[in-house]
């Protein structure tokens, strides 16, 4: 029964938020400039909070991600993270995030540079279930953007791009790997 | 709990936020006066025909699903590779020897790709094969009478999943080995895998006049999963190209071993070269076992033989037959355009489409540009090849198909949608959801010289939240995209049988004059066919009993039968004497372990039942049939197993 309290809050939310008028949504770029579809719709909609959270309700719901979450949602990527997957998602902390120099993610949240940050966000997932044991074994992984991020071992550990993974969480479509670095896609292909 | 609700919330309140503005102009809106235009686009009106066919296979509902494009409306369920007790496709003594296999009865399996037959690279509407891929079967349903008519087993293969496709004149239906196994058969280590198994791909040839099917040879590849195939078509008729994955040859979790090749490959392999090379006593037969169930329409009856040799061709044999083109990140659909030029591989951990060029793999082959060989098999430079890439326009993507016009249209499994591309400048030209996760794609006429563009329809693995839930197990779906203008608009949502694996198409004109009606009762070649009710009698032979049994509206004939002991094995064998379309009738008699019989208009089938209690039991017409259905029924005494009770039966008047 402790159900009902969120659930008529969504409610009064969606009321709230559906009210507004149309011109307050921006018109989307060219749609063939994203992967996801340009229409806000899909699983990420779906209201399930029997199973096990998917890759992007974990991200959701952790304290330390608070800038991957914005980042996925300006770049509009939802849909692809709560897929049936399998999916490996490299989770940088907000930490990793404020790492990078100075007003990065200011300008890769803009509107214009959805394309780059799509292209980034897309470099942090893999198809396919990889537990550390798994990506200790593998010496390369073939990202979602289409380019290939190098495995090292050090100290026994597998280093993903030269990001250490901090924690390991199983989601309900994969595994997200909390890593305390960004990956940054290298600008040439790799292969 | 409370947690995961709260994010929960957040989610959908911002995804609510996102998406509750300016929705008005989007296709597959809800409401607005779009709705209503969208309607109007897949109503057909009642007594009104649909404009195509799709036959969806149902994937582990091993059947073939028949539907109306654009309703969506089901009309039937063709049993293929299950049991179908309401037809009794497997459980009366007709059809049982369908699915006989060198593995004894198979009453399941996962049924695949449908694919129609052709002449002259344009379909022709006789007949749809599809594969089995866990037993490794192809069957060729009948489009005059919708019914599984030949189940052919295909040896030394395993998952045959790159199957069942044809050439331009339906010389053959080509299927393709997905696991590669040891060849022969053999006791040996798992480990030992790499260099050992091997893929068969077997080119079957189907006669021009019945479709009768006969494994001409099998190519014995490299041990690769073999995924999908297609035929060249025009220019590039002669050939058919695999995708391969596990290149690794891995033979554990794949899913991570088996991605570790940046390219897989395209197998290009020139069948007429292999079939001149055969037909000149080129190929080994060697020692095989596998069954060929053909079922006859004039007995009613199928029949199957146990086949015990095959022909294998080793493609080292044959310099020049067969190439591989590298193509990226195991390829699952490999699509040739309806020019026959190029070849799309849809490389489904990639991001992009790699399309490679017929003309440009003839010239490298010309000119001996080889990259190096896979088992003294050349690979050709993937560069020498490479016609154009689609950059980046999805995340996964499965199958393509065609409209005619120039245009290709990808699904995308991850990013969950279709994507519209043109073809030579390789440009998106447009995008759109599918709800969600779709696996393959259908144009009517898609894998021919000449796509029917009006519709594509897109099949979904997941749907979750689209329809009312019914448990835990939720109907998977198709969705109806109209592709007629420039950019798609999703039409229609419609519930499928099993999983919508795979589909195939074409205009309802083609099948629809052709479609029987009934069969001709004295065309009825059925050895226990009693044509008429003076033909009808009871007949033992030890403890078998054989009853000859009609129908007609509203009676059976007899309808009184005694004499039956308990330990009798009674087949009832049961001739429809209708010759009017559209007038099954059905039977079937209390505890028989089987299901009923449903009998078309002149055919005759039969049902076993081995009477265990002393009684007069009931039988009774199980499709309704007249005004007087309730009373189309009839009794049998069963006396005990040593009584004397004279063999007698009798309509209408009674027994003495």
Known sequence: MKTIKPICLFFILAVVLCSCKNETKETQTSTTETNAPSEKTGQAFIQDDEGTPNCLQIALNSPDHKTLVAAVQAAQVENALVNVGPLTVFAPTDEAFAALPEGTVEDLVKPENKATLANILKYHVTPGNLSTTILSKLKKLGQANNQYVQIEIIDGKPVIGGANIIASVKAGNGIVHVVDKVLLPPSEESN | ?656
């Not at chain 2, 490959?265 to 069954?291: C, H, L, Q, R």
Request: hydrophobic share 35%.
């Open chain 2, 1 to 656: 709990m409370k947690n995961i609700l709260k994010s929960a919330v957040a989610i959908l309140s911002i995804l609510v936020a996102f998406t509750s503005c300016n929705n008005s102009s989007k296709s597959g809106g809800k409401s607005g006066a779009l709705a209503g235009n969208v309607a109007e686009k897949v109503y057909v009106a009642p007594g009104e025909h649909d404009e195509f066919y799709a036959f969806i296979s149902g994937g582990f509902s091993g059947q073939l699903s028949v539907y109306g494009l654009p309703s969506g409306r089901l009309f039937k369920v063709i049993p293929v590779f299950s049991q179908d007790a309401e037809k009794a496709y497997g459980y009366n003594e007709e059809t049982k020897p369908m699915l006989n296999t060198s593995h004894g009865f198979v009453p399941w399996d996962d049924s695949h790709h449908p694919d129609i037959s052709q002449t002259n690279g344009v379909i022709d509407g006789r007949w749809v094969f599809i594969n089995g891929n866990n037993t490794p079967r192809i069957a060729k349903i009948d489009l005059s009478t919708f019914e599984t008519t030949e189940i052919i087993e295909v040896p030394n293969s395993a998952g045959n999943h790159s199957s069942s496709f044809v050439t331009e004149n339906t010389e053959y239906v080509v299927a393709g080995t997905r696991f590669s196994i040891p060849i022969p058969q053999k006791d040996m280590p798992i480990k030992d895998y790499k260099g050992n198994f091997k893929g068969a791909l077997s080119f079957i040839s189907v006669d021009p006049e019945h479709g009768h099917m006969d494994i001409k040879f099998q190519l014995i590849m490299p041990g690769f999963d073999y995924d999908l195939a297609h035929p060249g078509r025009g220019a590039s008729h002669g050939w058919f190209f695999f995708s391969t994955y596990n290149s690794e040859e891995a033979s554990t979790l794949l899913e991570v071993n088996a991605s570790q090749n940046d390219k897989d490959f395209i197998a290009a392999v020139n069948w007429k070269k292999i079939e001149e090379y055969v037909n000149n006593g080129g190929g080994t037969m060697m020692p095989a076992n596998y069954a060929h169930n053909v079922y006859d329409e004039s007995t009613h009856t199928a029949k199957s033989t146990m086949k015990k040799e095959v022909l294998v061709v080793n493609p080292a044999d044959v310099p020049g037959a067969v190439y591989l083109l590298p193509t990226p990140k195991s390829p699952h659909g490999c699509d040739v355009d309806p020019s026959g030029e190029y070849i799309v591989g849809n490389g489904k951990l990639s991001a992009n489409l790699t399309v490679h060029s017929f003309t440009k793999m003839l010239n490298a082959i010309a000119d001996k540009k080889i990259a190096g060989d896979a088992y003294g098999i050349p690979i050709l430079n993937f560069e020498d090849v490479l016609a154009g890439v689609v950059e980046q326009p999805g995340l996964g993507p499965l199958h393509t198909e065609f409209d005619g016009k120039g245009n290709a249209y990808t699904t995308f499994f991850i990013s969950s949608e279709v994507v519209k591309w043109k073809l030579g400048t390789w440009e998106v030209v447009d995008r759109q959801p599918c709800y969600y996760s779709v696996g393959h794609l259908m144009i009517p006429g898609g894998n021919s010289q000449k796509p029917f563009g009006k519709y594509v329809v897109a099949m979904n693995k997941i749907t979750k939240d689209r329809y009312l839930p019914t448990g835990p197990e939720v109907t998977q779906s198709a969705q109806l995209y109209d592709i007629s203008g420039e950019k798609m608009e999703l039409l229609l949502d419609f519930p499928t049988v099993g999983e919508p694996h795979y589909a195939a198409g074409c205009p309802a004109d083609l099948i629809k004059p052709r479609s029987k009606k009934i069969f001709k009762l004295e065309d009825n070649n059925h050895p226990y066919a009693a044509k008429s009710e003076a033909d009808t009698k009871v007949v033992r032979d030890g403890n078998v009993v054989h009853i000859y049994m009609t129908t007609i509206r509203s009676h059976f004939a007899p309808d009184n039968i005694e004499g039956i002991k308990v330990g009798d094995k009674v087949y009832f064998h049961i001739t429809n004497l209708e010759q009017d379309y559209d007038v099954p009738h059905g039977v079937s008699i209390i505890g028989a372990n089987t299901s009923e019989l449903l009998i078309m208009p002149g055919q005759t089938e039969t049902f076993v039942w081995e009477p265990k209690q002393v009684g007069v039991w009931p039988f009774y017409c199980t499709d309704f049939c007249s005004a007087l259905h309730q009373e189309m029924q009839g009794y049998v005494r069963v006396s005990p197993a040593n009584s004397n009770t004279p063999l007698k039966w009798s309509l209408g008047e009674d027994i003495e």
